[in-house]
């Protein structure tokens, strides 16, 4: 008898779970903001090119402009790694699209042997990110990243891989957070596809 009790009672269990994660899941993985790096670039070695770096705010996420005063997207941190890191001599964030015309309070955007990082936070009130609600991906380009690839890059791609540990979005007092830990930022990495110099010669 106890033993038949304790089987009805964990298929309870395990039935009321299923009805949590049908009626909750599909709307958790639904609501999720994104960071995007641009894949369609190709270029020669040598060349210095610009890759578009976007943002999109989706409805029924913890920030933005569909939330209270408080509650938007004003803070952007990201941080891409580029492998191989030989393929690249040079590589620099900066503002672009939405942003171009906005004045950061703060404003960093450092740079090692393998990556490329931007964190920048704007006033809310003077300065707001005006992005466009649920976009269609990738949303609003937000930043680039000016590359000059090295003069000896072999031809194939480079991989530009966002850090899931630095990358986030926030609000202007940085309270909350949008990352892929919590799950409410989906990542989406980038490529540059470099030529052959016999390749690029036919361009």
Same mark, same amino acid.
């Given at each position: 008898?106890?033993?038949?009790?304790?089987?009805?009672?964990?298929?309870?269990?395990?039935?009321?779970?299923?009805?949590?994660?049908? #009626?909750?899941?599909?709307?958790?993985?639904?609501?999720? &903001?994104?960071?995007?790096?641009?894949?369609?670039?190709?270029?020669?070695?040598?060349?210095?090119?610009?890759?578009?770096?976007?943002?999109?705010?989706?409805?029924?996420?913890?920030?933005?402009?569909?939330?209270?005063?408080?509650?938007?997207? $004003?803070?952007?941190?990201?941080?891409?790694?580029?492998?191989?890191?030989?393929?690249?001599?040079?590589?620099?964030?900066?503002?672009?699209?939405? %942003?171009?015309?906005?004045?950061?309070?703060?404003?960093?955007?450092?740079?090692?042997?393998? %990556?490329?990082?931007?964190?920048?936070? #704007?006033?809310?009130?003077?300065?707001?990110?005006? #992005?466009?609600?649920?976009?269609?991906?990738?949303?609003? $380009?937000?930043?680039?990243?000016?590359?000059?690839?090295?003069? %000896?890059?072999?031809?194939?791609?480079? &991989?530009? %891989?966002?850090?899931?540990?630095?990358?986030?979005?926030?609000?202007?007092?940085?309270?909350?957070?949008?990352?892929?830990?919590?799950?409410?930022?989906?990542?989406?990495?980038?490529?540059?596809?470099?030529?052959?110099?016999?390749?690029?010669?036919?361009?």
């Amino acid at each position: 008898m106890t033993s038949r009790r304790c089987r009805n009672l964990e298929s309870c269990w395990v039935a009321a779970l299923g009805i949590v994660c049908l #009626f909750f899941l599909p709307a958790f993985l639904a609501a999720q &903001d994104g960071a995007t790096l641009s894949t369609g670039v190709i270029a020669a070695p040598g060349a210095t090119i610009e890759i578009p770096v976007f943002a999109r705010d989706a409805s029924a996420t913890p920030l933005g402009v569909d939330q209270p005063a408080g509650s938007r997207i $004003q803070s952007l941190s990201y941080k891409v790694t580029f492998t191989p890191a030989s393929s690249v001599a040079s590589k620099l964030f900066s503002r672009a699209g939405i %942003t171009a015309g906005l004045t950061p309070i703060f404003q960093a955007t450092p740079t090692t042997a393998t %990556t490329a990082s931007y964190l920048g936070t #704007f006033d809310e009130v003077t300065n707001p990110i005006p #992005f466009t609600l649920d976009a269609t991906a990738p949303g609003n $380009q937000v930043l680039k990243i000016t590359v000059t690839l090295a003069a %000896t890059a072999p031809a194939g791609t480079i &991989d530009l %891989t966002l850090d899931p540990t630095a990358t986030l979005f926030a609000n202007q007092a940085g309270s909350t957070e949008e990352t892929p830990a919590n799950g409410w930022l989906a990542l989406a990495d980038g490529q540059i596809t470099v030529l052959s110099n016999a390749a690029s010669a036919l361009r």
